[in-house]
Structures are given as C-alpha cells and as structure tokens.
C-alpha cells in the first residue's frame, strides 16, 4: 500500500470540503484527464495507484492538507468518468485541525515547489510516519478515525 498527495487548487471552483461533506454512500469519483493533465499524475494513477492506497487532500492555493481518504479502486487510464474512486466520505477523515504547509509539512518532498506541479504526488514512507505523528499531534480527538484509516499503511 503506499500514500499519496492528492493536490487540488480551490480557485478552479472545486475543494475537498465538496467531498467531506457529501452524503455519497458508494465510491466517490475523483478527477477526470480534464482535470488532472500532468504526465507523471497520469502515469501514477494509470500504473501505481492501487485499491487500499491513502491519499492526503491537499489544497494548493490554501497551502493546507485538509484531510485523508482511501483509495477504493485502481487508478485508471485518461477517457474514464473518473480516474480513481475514493472511500464513501463517511469513511475518510476531514481534520479538525488542517496541516499547513509551513511550518507542519515543510519537510514532506511532495508538498516543497522542488516536487513539481502535479495534481498526483508520491509520499515515501519515511515521510507518511512523521506525518503520522504531526496529524495526532494536531488531532488527538481523531486518534480512532485517523488510525483506522491507516491501519494498512
């Protein structure tokens, strides 16, 4: 299983509070190649992203991760209705208290400029422990949702 960046900028008439808060009972479909057209975000999805995966939410333009959710298909190909399903919202956890870019994720490669600009960004796991640690240090109330989510990091 591996962790993911899943980075959305909310000036383009989208952010992830649309998804926290949506009654959705099934799978909930994230982007389209419309919306995510960066090469190496295509490439991930299209070969690495697997069913079980957890992404970080991410919000650009706010500098702040404003939650996790769990991969609940395979990444797809480009001419899909969505490239990856994420877990029912009711499953993912929104953060009482969001991580933001400075000073809380300042040391994660995937949120730094040097990464790139790609909506899909890898997390090594060195990294995903010490945000383990930064996200119970900000949210101890969500310790239960929060472990339960990655439980099979």
């Known amino acids: 299983m591996r962790v993911w960046v899943f980075k959305i900028n909310t000036r383009r008439g989208w952010e992830f509070d649309q998804y926290f808060r949506s009654r959705c009972r099934g799978p909930y479909k994230?982007?389209?190649?419309?919306?995510?057209?960066?090469?190496?975000?295509?490439?991930?999805?299209r070969e690495e992203v697997k069913r079980g995966d957890v992404f970080l939410c991410y919000e650009t333009n706010r500098k702040r991760m404003v939650g996790l959710a769990r991969a609940v298909s395979n990444g797809r190909d480009v001419d899909a209705s969505s490239?990856?399903?994420?877990?029912?919202?009711?499953?993912?956890?929104r953060?009482?208290?969001?991580?933001?870019?400075r000073p809380d994720l300042d040391h994660v490669w995937a949120f730094t400029p040097h990464r790139g600009r790609g909506t899909i960004q890898k997390i090594a796991a060195d990294e995903f422990k010490f945000l383990q640690r930064r996200i119970l240090s900000k949210n101890p109330s969500q310790k239960s949702s929060l472990e339960r989510l990655w439980a099979r990091a």
């Open 83 to 93: 490239l990856v399903d994420f877990c029912p919202p009711r499953e993912a956890v």
């Open 30 to 45: 994230m982007g389209n190649d419309g919306w995510i057209r960066s090469a190496s975000s295509l490439r991930y999805l």
């Open 95 to 101: 953060l009482s208290n969001p991580l933001n870019r």
